[in-house]
C-alpha cells in the first residue's frame, strides 16, 4: 500500500492548462480503471473531480479531463482559474484497498 | 440534501481507545459501501478502511489493521470507526466519506473530525 507518487506542485496562468500526473504499478493504476481525483481547499473537505479515469460527477466542470496509461494517470486543468488553486490527490483501486497519490499543489499564477 | 456528519474525535493518551460516527442523511444509506479517510496535519489523504452497504464485507490499510474495526447501523444511518491501541501517528483529521459506487471514488464527504493521540 505505497502511496502513488505525483509531482509536489504544478502552476499556470489564468486561461492557460495544467497536467498533473500519478504513477502507480500494475497492482493499482495499471491494473484496474478504477481511478479518482479529489481536489482539496484548505481546510475544507476533499471534493471528488474525477473518477473511473475520466468521468465527471455532476456539477465539475468540464475544464477538468483525465486520463490514464499504463501505470499512470493524469488530471488536466484547462483554462485555468482562481479558484482552481487548491492541492489534488488521485487515488486508486488496490484490490480490496484504496491508495492516494502524494498530493500535488496547484497554484494559479 | 445528502450529509455526513462525524463525531466522536477528541484527545486521547496512546494505548487508549475512541469510536467515531458518521450520522448520514439524505440517501439510502445501506445502499451504498463507506470509508474513513484520515489526514495527518499537514499531510496527505490516506484511506484507512472501507465497508460495504450491508456491512458484511469490511477493508484495512495495513497501518491500522488488528486496531480499528469498521462497522454500520443501517437502521440508524450510521457509520462507526473502534479505535483501539492508538498511537501518536494515528493522529489525523477523520473524513467519513459515501462511494458514488463500486471503485468510482467518493462523492460525499463529511466536514471531518479531530483525533489527537498524545500524553
Known amino acids: 500500500q505505497s502511496a502513488l507518487t505525483q509531482p509536489p506542485s504544478a502552476s499556470g496562468s489564468p486561461g492557460q492548462s495544467v497536467t498533473i500526473s500519478c504513477t502507480g504499478t500494475?497492482?493499482?493504476?495499471?491494473?484496474?480503471?478504477?481511478v479518482s481525483w479529489y481536489q482539496q481547499h484548505p481546510g475544507k473537505a476533499p471534493k471528488l473531480m474525477i473518477y473511473?479515469?475520466?468521468e465527471r460527477p455532476s456539477g465539475v466542470p468540464d475544464r477538468f479531463s483525465g486520463s490514464k496509461s499504463g501505470n499512470t494517470a493524469s488530471l488536466t486543468v484547462s483554462g485555468l482559474q482562481a479558484e482552481d488553486e487548491a492541492d489534488y490527490y488521485c487515488s486508486s483501486y488496490a484490490g480490496n484497498s484504496y491508495v492516494f497519490g502524494t498530493g500535488t499543489k496547484v497554484t494559479v499564477l | 440534501e445528502v450529509q455526513l456528519l462525524e463525531s466522536g474525535g477528541g484527545l486521547v493518551q496512546p494505548g487508549g481507545s475512541l469510536r467515531l460516527s458518521c450520522a448520514a442523511s439524505g440517501f439510502t444509506f445501506s445502499s451504498y459501501a463507506m470509508r474513513w479517510v484520515r489526514q495527518a496535519p499537514g499531510k496527505g489523504l490516506e484511506w484507512v478502511s472501507s465497508i460495504s452497504g450491508s456491512g458484511g464485507s469490511t477493508y484495512y490499510a495495513d497501518s491500522v489493521k488488528g486496531r480499528f474495526t469498521i462497522s454500520r447501523d443501517n437502521s440508524k444511518n450510521t457509520l462507526y470507526l473502534q479505535m483501539t491501541s492508538l498511537r501518536a501517528e494515528d493522529t489525523a483529521f477523520y473524513y467519513c466519506a459515501k462511494i458514488l459506487a463500486a471503485g468510482k471514488g467518493m462523492d460525499v464527504w463529511g466536514q471531518g473530525t479531530t483525533v489527537t493521540v498524545s500524553s
Open positions: 500494475s497492482s493499482d493504476v495499471g491494473g484496474y480503471n478504477y
Open positions: 473511473a479515469v475520466n
